[in-house]
């Protein structure tokens, strides 16, 4: 259970110590599910780690790292994998996760996306390390879930088109703000107050309608025009 939940949000640990007691499948079987991508990406950090040492580079970064995680497990996500200053987070490819909805896994990325610059700038303030921006790509669909590798190096992944559109929006983002494609945005347009960045092209993809996130709306406005 304590190594889960280095890996998982609190709520997916304890479904899957359940599922395991109780002498259940934990649902790590590869399959297509519904889910919404996060890709968060460190700006400057290639030049930033050129003037610090191995250890001033593991201050710096670990702690960043750790303020990721934990706004994304905060939101019920999990974080997929770190690829340098990189990270990667999924919203509804939970172990055991049945029926979900893709409209709430959108939402709670995004507000994942809304508070990680504001909480890496309070914990880099906080332990006094530079502040650095972050940029964030939010992508929603179909993708191919499960345990990927062969017998003796097994990694629970998400894989298809859905993440590799989410990494390349993160390239697209504003600094400290989200890139998010226009399913993201369909799945979450009343609950969020949205600023059209325009079409962007995306390697590999082709044109796409980008969007950003500025903030939760009010309960009190009312939701925009279909």
Same mark, same amino acid.
């Given at each position: 259970e304590e190594n889960m939940?280095?890996?998982?949000?609190?709520?997916?640990?304890? /479904?899957i110590v359940e599922q395991s007691a109780g002498g259940g499948t934990v649902g790590l079987e590869?399959?297509? =599910?519904d889910v919404t991508v996060l890709f968060v990406d460190m700006e400057g950090f290639t030049p930033i780690s050129r003037t610090k040492t191995p250890r001033e580079i593991s201050e *710096? *970064?670990? +702690?960043? *790292?750790?303020? @990721? #995680? /934990?706004c994304i497990q905060k939101e019920g996500g999990h974080v997929n994998k770190? @690829?340098?200053?990189?990270?990667m987070g999924i919203f %509804?490819?939970?172990? %055991?996760?049945? %029926?979900?909805? +893709?409209?709430?896994?959108?939402?709670? #990325? @995004? /507000?994942?996306?809304?508070?990680i610059p504001n909480a890496w700038k309070s914990a880099a303030e906080k332990r006094r390390l530079t502040v650095t921006r972050t940029r964030i790509g939010i992508n929603s669909g179909r993708a191919v879930v499960g345990n990927i590798g062969y017998s003796a190096r097994l990694e629970y992944s998400v894989l298809g088109d859905t993440v590799n559109v989410a990494s390349r929006l993160e =390239? *697209?983002?504003?600094?400290? /703000?989200?890139?998010?494609?226009?399913?993201?945005?369909a799945l979450t347009e009343a609950l969020f107050v949205w600023e059209e960045? %325009?079409? =962007?092209?995306? =390697?590999g993809v082709g044109s796409l309608l980008v969007?950003? +996130?500025t903030g939760a709306r009010d309960a009190s406005q009312p939701s925009p025009a279909p």
């Open positions: 939940s280095r890996y998982f949000a609190p709520d997916v640990v304890q /479904r590869v399959q297509e =599910k *710096l *970064l670990n +702690p960043y *790292l750790e303020t @990721i #995680a /934990r770190f @690829i340098g200053d990189a990270v %509804g490819a939970q172990p %055991g996760e049945e %029926g979900g909805d +893709p409209a709430a896994y959108a939402a709670q #990325a @995004i /507000r994942a996306a809304l508070a =390239k *697209l983002a504003p600094p400290n /703000r989200a890139a998010v494609s226009e399913a993201t945005r960045l %325009g079409e =962007k092209e995306v =390697k969007f950003s +996130p």
